[in-house]
Structures are given as structure tokens and as C-alpha cells.
């Protein structure tokens, strides 16, 4: 009998060189570039972060640090080292590829920035070039390892272009031994720590150069440790112990404001907090239930001039003042009136038509609020004035303007909105969570994948679509009761569809589509980047639409399910990820009689 063998191309290295002296270059690159940070890279501190003393590195040389010390840590657990293999339980080439590239990028932009600001390379120290000549030699020998998975049959597997993106791809990650339930948690909390040290610090950077340098290696490092098979492994901890990862990340949220000295970063993070609620708000409605909302900003106004109306403000035409509660109701139950208002005879519309007619409704919301001035309507609003002078907020004796301290710790006006916010959010996400997993999250789901397939099942689509345009009205007009106490005032201008400053319409769909629809993380982490790179990146406001459609474009071509992503969208976008069915064995009998039959 004739069998047929199927052959795999061999994992082919960009640069072709023996792998053992690849590995050994690598991990010379790797420490020459770490020691290099140790000296002097600019001789005078008019570059921010003094990279002038000796012995102690500052600033971006902590960066290139720690992007050479990963590095070298990776290229070593190669060698099979005994205590390091758990550092790859993917791939064990690639994200050396990965972390040598973002070192190198970090080091160069460092030294171009030194070039550009101070005028020449003449400005350069020893140590600049010994980081900058490692950090080149280490991607030249990290190209040179072999890939961790064959090329792909598909395209031209002989271009270096094809050789390159397959040298950045790795295998899934090997079955983790079973651990005991306490070190499993103990990761759980080791991990929540970090990020909350790695978010904290780059919000706390302190100037452009900085920060875009902590954006590279931040980038770098976290694709590199998802190749290295790590992030699906706390992955997998933190889906089995769902309520354990809910609790430390309410924990590390907590303690964030206490890791923050300027009043302006802690008032960024009370703004993290307020864009990411409506985000998952919005969540309900395009990632659960499939309904795409073009006017979801109203709804946070609706809850923002609500309260504000109702909040004491010398300029509110009404001129009452509610206890917060009070205030928090109205602004909600004002949302979800709308919400209902405004669905219940356009929910029967489907696709582009329904974004039509929701953006359509955002619009005539601004407008509606700018002309209640007392001249084009009533006297409502005060027009394009806004409501201003909201006082804040006095909730069981503590006044939410003043500084309070708490263990040694002292906490500003911001930093208290933010505590209030996070309350807010861990509701937010309650209600997300209770109902994505419910009968009726399931039902929203199947009319999002086939309205006509889920009516058809016997499912009211239009109550439960209406029940989740109400709900997300809902919970951004809660969101928008503490926007109003944060910001002083409300005006017209911030519930934009577009505009420079988010929240607005379009920046909130594009945080739930970056962070991953249908998610509880996701829109979190896509509102958090969102809010937070322009927040930094003040010389790029003029751009933010043209940066930020440039990468959505990107992020639908390399990575469409999003950021942080289920199972069911990483199937749908990337079939060739499924496992493959394995063809059934035929018994010895069967192969006995094919045998017979032959002869």
C-alpha cells in the first residue's frame, strides 16, 4: 500500500545565519544595550529627563532599559534554561523579534529627538551610540533565529516580506501545568499590580518626548508577550476566576489616585473613567444587540443638563437644588425617556438606516439645546452659554472640592471625582455583565448575528432591541451626571458627533470597535487609549480625526475583532485559527480489508 507524506516548508530566518550564533549576537546586542543606558547620553539636561548622569539611568534610558532587559530575558529562556522556559510557552523566537525591534525603536527615537532638539549629533555621549549600535545589532541577530512555525503555503513564501511578517508569528501556547487555586490568584494580583504601575506611569509621564517613547515600548512589549504565550495564560486564570479578576481590578482602580501627585492627572483619569462608562454603554448597543448608534452623545447631555438643571447652579433656569441621588435619578431617568422616545419608532429601521436616523437625532439634540436661550426658544438652557457655576458635590459631609487626607495620602478635587466615577463604572459594569450573560444578553446577541433567523425562533426583537437602546440611554445618562460636577459647566459643544475633544459620538464607537465589541474589557481599554493619547499628545489635536481614522484602518486589516477580543469574533475574522478536524482513524479491520481489496 502506498502512503502519502505531507511535508511543511522549513522556518526559514529573514537573515540566514547558524541559529546558535543568532542567539549568542542577540544576547550580546541585548546586554551591550543595556549597559549602555548606565552612561551619559547627551551632555546637558536641556533634553527633559537629564540623561547626562553616569550610573543612573533616567527618563528614556529606563525605557531602552527595560526593553533590553526583556529582551535578554527571552533570547536566555531560548537556551532552555531551567526557571525561565515559563517565560515561553508560544513562541520562543518571535517575541525576541518583537522586543529587539521595540528596544531599537525606542533608542533610536531617543537619539533623534536628542539630535533634533538640541541641534546635531555632536550632542551625542558614548552612551547614546553603545544603546543605539546594541539595540541595531540585537534586530539584526534576532532576524537571523529561525521562525516558530513553518511558512505558510499561501502567497510568495520565498519574499523576504513573507519571511518577515511569518518571523513575527508564533503557535499557540502550550497547556499550562495545573497550578493550586491560591497561586493562581496570587498571579492574578501580581498581574492587576503591574498594570496598574504601567498604566500609572504613563500617565504620570511629564512630557511628549516621554511618553511616545513609553507608547513604543509598551506596544513592543505587550505583542511580543502575547506571542510568548503569556497574556493567553493569564488570559485563561482570569476567565476561570471571573469574580477574583473583578475585585483586583477594582482594587487597583482604587488605588490609582493615590499614586498620582498633579491634580491634572488625576482629573485625566476621572475623564478615563467617565469616557470608558458610556463606551460600555454604547456596548450594549452596538456590541450586544448589533444596533449601530451615531448619536450616542445625546444621551450623556440628556443626563449631563438633567442634573445640571437640577444641581443649584446659579444659571439653571429652574432654580431648585436636588441631593445628588436626587439628581443622579433625574439625569437617568431623563436618558432613559429619550432613549425610549427616540427608539420606539425607529428601531423598526435596520443598518445604515438606523445610523441615519440616531445621527440625525444627536444632531437635533445640540441644536434643540443651543436655541433654548430665551430668544429662538425658551429659556432653558442658556444657549451656546451652557450651564456653568455647578457646585460641587457634598455627599455625607464631604465636599468633593476640597483636599482630603487619607493614610498619608492627599487627595484633590479630581481624585475625589474619580473614587465617585469608579462607583459609578463598577456599576456600569454589574449591569453589563448580569445581562450580557442572561437570557435576554443571548437573545441581543442572536438578533445581532440574524435579526430575521432570532424572530423567527420565537424572539421579540423589537421590544428587546428598544430594551437596549433604553438600557445604554440609561447608563451614559448616569455618566453624564458626574460630567457635569467635573467639568463646572455644560455646553452645547461637548456632544459633538466629531469633534477634537471626546467624549463625542464618533470617538465612543471608535473606542468600542478599538477595544473589542461585545466585550466587558474591551471597550475599557479601547476608551482608556483613546482619551488618553490625546490627552498627552497635545501637539497632535489638529490631526486627532485624520491619526485616529489611519488607525482604524490598520486595525481592521491586521486585528478586525478588536483589542481585546472573544472566542466567537476571533473565529469569525481568522478562520485559519481553528483548529483543524482531524480525519477519523479507521480501525485495523478497515485498513485490513483496503489491504486485501489491493492485492
Keep these: 500500500m502506498t502512503t502519502h507524506t505531507t511535508t511543511t516548508p522549513p522556518a526559514s530566518a529573514l537573515i540566514p545565519m547558524p541559529a546558535s550564533a543568532a542567539r549568542i549576537v542577540t544576547t550580546a546586542g541585548a546586554a551591550v544595550t543595556l549597559a549602555g543606558t548606565f552612561l551619559a547620553w547627551t551632555w546637558t539636561d536641556q533634553f527633559p529627563g537629564d540623561l547626562t548622569v553616569t550610573g543612573y539611568p533616567g527618563g528614556l534610558q529606563v525605557l531602552t532599559l527595560i526593553g533590553a532587559a526583556l ?51 555632536v550632542n551625542l555621549e558614548p552612551g547614546a551610540w553603545v544603546s543605539g549600535i546594541g539595540s541595531l545589532i540585537a534586530v539584526i541577530a534576532a532576524h537571523g533565529l529561525p521562525a516558530d512555525q513553518p511558512l505558510p503555503d499561501t502567497g510568495n513564501p520565498d519574499s523576504a516580506w513573507q519571511r518577515f511578517r511569518n518571523g513575527l508569528a508564533a503557535p499557540s501556547a502550550r497547556r499550562a501545568k495545573p497550578l493550586p487555586a491560591w497561586a ?75 499614586t498620582q501627585q498633579k491634580e491634572e492627572y488625576a482629573l485625566i483619569g476621572a475623564n478615563i473613567l467617565i469616557f470608558a462608562t458610556v463606551a460600555l454603554g454604547l456596548n450594549v448597543v452596538v456590541g450586544l444587540a448589533g444596533l449601530l448608534d451615531l448619536g450616542y452623545v445625546a444621551f450623556l447631555g440628556v443626563g449631563a443638563y438633567a442634573a445640571a438643571l437640577v444641581s443649584g447652579s446659579t444659571m439653571s433656569a429652574i432654580g431648585v437644588e436636588f441631593p445628588f441621588w436626587a439628581a443622579v435619578l433625574t439625569g437617568a431617568g431623563a436618558s432613559l425617556i429619550f432613549g425610549v422616545l427616540i427608539g420606539a419608532p425607529t428601531l423598526r429601521l435596520r443598518g445604515d438606516y438606523l445610523a441615519i436616523v440616531t445621527l440625525g437625532f444627536g444632531e437635533i439634540f445640540r441644536l434643540t439645546v443651543n436655541n433654548l436661550n430665551g430668544n429662538s426658544g425658551p429659556d432653558l438652557t442658556n444657549g451656546s452659554q451652557g450651564i456653568p457655576s455647578i457646585p460641587d458635590l457634598n455627599l455625607f459631609g464631604i465636599d468633593f472640592g476640597l483636599k482630603h487626607d487619607i493614610g498619608g495620602f492627599t487627595l484633590g478635587r479630581s481624585a475625589n471625582y474619580y473614587l465617585l466615577m469608579l462607583v459609578f463604572t463598577a456599576v456600569v459594569v ?90 466587558l474589557s ?8 483613546l482619551y488618553l493619547i490625546p490627552a498627552k499628545l497635545q501637539f497632535m489635536q489638529d490631526y486627532q480625526l485624520f491619526l485616529f481614522g489611519i488607525a482604524l484602518i490598520l486595525l481592521m ?27 477519523p482513524r479507521k480501525s485495523d479491520d478497515v485498513d485490513a480489508g483496503i489491504a486485501k481489496a489491493g492485492a
Design 430 to 519: 454589574l449591569v453589563f455583565r448580569r445581562s450580557g450573560e442572561s437570557r435576554i444578553g443571548r437573545a441581543w446577541v442572536a438578533i445581532r448575528e440574524d435579526e430575521t433567523a432570532a424572530t423567527a425562533m420565537g424572539i421579540n426583537a423589537f421590544r428587546l432591541k428598544l430594551l437596549a437602546f433604553a438600557l445604554g440611554a440609561t447608563l451614559a445618562g448616569l455618566a453624564g451626571t458626574v460630567q457635569s460636577h467635573v467639568n463646572y459647566t455644560v455646553t452645547p459643544e461637548q456632544y459633538q458627533f466629531a469633534g477634537s475633544v471626546p467624549p463625542n459620538s464618533a470617538f465612543l464607537l471608535a473606542a468600542v470597535i478599538l477595544g473589542g465589541m461585545g466585550t
Design 522 to 529: 474591551g471597550p475599557l481599554v479601547g476608551a482608556a487609549l
Design 184 to 258: 493562581e490568584i496570587l498571579i492574578i494580583a501580581i498581574t492587576f499590580g503591574i498594570g496598574l504601575y504601567v498604566f500609572a506611569y504613563g500617565v504620570d509621564t511629564d512630557y511628549t518626548e516621554l511618553f511616545i517613547g513609553f507608547l513604543i515600548t509598551a506596544a513592543f512589549a505587550f505583542t511580543a508577550l502575547n506571542r510568548a504565550g503569556l497574556i493567553s495564560r493569564i488570559t485563561a486564570l482570569t476567565s476561570k476566576h471571573r469574580n477574583i479578576t473583578l475585585t483586583a481590578a477594582l482594587v487597583a482602580a482604587v488605588c490609582f489616585p493615590f
Design 71 to 121: 529582551t535578554l530575558l527571552l533570547t536566555l529562556s531560548g537556551y532552555g534554561i531551567r526557571g525561565l522556559d515559563w517565560l515561553t510557552p508560544g513562541g520562543t523566537n518571535s517575541p525576541v523579534r518583537l522586543l529587539a525591534l521595540g528596544t531599537f525603536g525606542t533608542t533610536a527615537y531617543t537619539i533623534g529627538a536628542i539630535t533634533y532638539d538640541l541641534g546635531g549629533v
Design 557 to 583: 486589516r491586521l486585528r478586525p475583532e478588536g483589542l481585546v477580543a472573544d472566542r466567537r469574533k476571533q473565529l469569525e475574522f481568522h478562520e485559519t485559527d481553528q483548529l483543524d478536524v482531524p480525519e
